[in-house]
C-alpha cells in the first residue's frame, strides 16, 4: 500500500479504470500531451492512445458538450476543466442538457459522464482559478456533486463516479494536491456516492465540512470532543448522518470556503433546523468565506476560512 498524494491517486484511478473498461475516454484542454494542468493526466496520451485521451480546443462548452454526447451514444467520458471557475462557460450544457438527459427521454437514455475540475482556492491564482463555487451546481437535480477529501477518497470516490450511471461534477480541492499523503491501496475499491463519514468521533458538538476545509478543521478541533463530518457528497449528501450525529451532540458548526450567502452550508443548516430542531441546544453556526469576490494573492489568507475562526465558532456554540 504506497502513500501518496491526491494527484497520484486520481491518477491511480483514472488509470486503472481505462484498462478495466475501454469505453472509458479522458478530454479536456492539455490532458494529453501535457497530462494536464496539474498532471493528473500525465502518460495517459502515451499509454492509451490520442483517440482515447483527446486535447481539444479552449472551449469548455465544447468540452462538457462532446462529454455529453459520448455519454448518450454509450461511452464513459471524464471531461477535465481546468478551474472551476472556467466551468460558468459550460453552465448551458451542465443544467440544460447533462441534467435533465434522463428525464427528458424518460429514462430511456442516461447521461454516464464525470467532469473533474479543480476548485477552491490555496495556491494564490489570480480571479477565477479559485472559486468555490459548488453551491450553484447543487441546486441542478440530476448532478451529482462530489468531493473528496484527502487521497484515500479521491481515489474511491473518482472510480464510484466514473461507474455511476448519471453525471457527476468531481471538485478535487486545489489546496490539497500535494499538501497531504496517505496510504492508498494499490487494488480497486469505490466509496459510495451520497454517503458521508464520521472521520473523528465526538459528544460535544458536531462539525461539518468537506474538501479542503476538513485539513483545517481536524487541527482546529484537537483539544475539543467533537465530531467531524466529511460529506464527501455534496449533492444529494447524507443528511442521515448529519442528522444521527446532531442528535448525538446538540450543537452544529458548518465550515466550508464558499461565500456565506447561499452557501451549501445553508442547506445543511436548513435540513437541522427543519428535521432535527429538538435535538439542537444552541444555534447553528457558520463558517465561511466571505460575501466577496475572491480576491488577490495578498488579501487570500483573510478570506479563506482559518483555524482561529473555525476555534471561535466551537467556542461560542460551547457556551449555550
Not at 464525470?114 to 491564482?125: E, F, H, S
Amino acid at each position: 500500500m504506497a502513500r501518496i498524494n491526491m494527484v497520484q491517486a486520481l491518477n491511480m484511478a483514472l488509470g486503472s479504470e481505462m484498462k478495466r473498461d475501454d469505453r472509458v475516454v479522458i478530454l479536456g484542454e492539455d490532458v494529453g500531451r501535457d497530462g494536464g494542468v496539474f498532471r493528473v493526466t500525465e502518460g495517459f496520451q502515451e499509454q492509451f492512445g490520442s483517440e482515447r485521451v483527446i486535447d481539444t480546443p479552449i472551449s469548455e462548452s465544447a468540452i462538457v458538450g462532446m462529454a455529453i454526447g459520448m455519454a448518450a451514444y454509450g461511452l464513459l467520458p471524464v471531461a477535465e476543466i481546468q478551474f472551476l471557475g472556467f466551468s460558468y462557460a459550460a453552465f448551458d450544457q451542465l443544467f440544460v442538457h447533462a441534467a435533465r438527459l434522463r428525464s427528458r427521454s424518460r429514462s430511456r437514455y442516461n447521461c454516464p459522464m464525470v467532469v473533474r475540475t479543480p476548485y477552491g482556492g490555496g495556491i494564490k491564482a489570480p480571479e477565477l482559478h479559485e472559486e468555490s463555487s459548488e453551491a450553484f451546481f447543487c441546486h441542478m437535480p440530476g448532478i451529482k456533486v462530489v468531493v473528496p477529501s484527502g487521497p484515500y477518497t479521491a481515489k474511491g470516490l473518482l472510480l464510484a463516479a466514473i461507474r455511476d450511471p448519471d453525471p457527476v461534477l468531481f471538485l478535487e480541492p486545489t489546496r490539497l494536491y500535494r499538501l497531504i499523503k496517505e496510504e492508498v491501496p494499490d487494488g480497486e475499491y469505490t466509496i459510495p456516492l451520497g454517503k458521508a463519514r464520521v472521520v473523528r468521533e465526538g459528544g460535544d458538538l458536531t462539525v461539518i465540512a468537506w474538501g479542503s476545509m476538513l485539513e483545517r478543521v481536524m487541527k482546529a478541533v484537537e483539544r475539543y470532543n467533537a465530531e467531524v463530518i466529511d460529506l464527501l457528497t455534496l449533492n444529494p449528501f447524507d443528511a442521515v448522518a448529519v442528522l444521527a450525529s446532531v442528535k448525538k451532540t446538540g450543537r452544529v458548526v458548518i465550515v466550508h470556503e464558499a461565500p456565506r450567502t447561499c452557501g451549501f452550508g445553508a442547506e445543511i443548516a436548513a435540513t437541522v433546523a427543519e428535521q432535527g430542531i429538538m435535538d439542537l441546544r444552541a444555534p447553528i453556526l457558520r463558517v465561511t468565506a466571505p460575501d466577496v469576490p475572491v480576491p488577490l494573492s495578498k488579501l487570500f489568507d483573510y478570506y479563506i476560512p482559518s483555524i482561529e475562526q473555525i476555534t471561535a465558532a466551537i467556542d461560542e456554540v460551547l457556551r449555550y
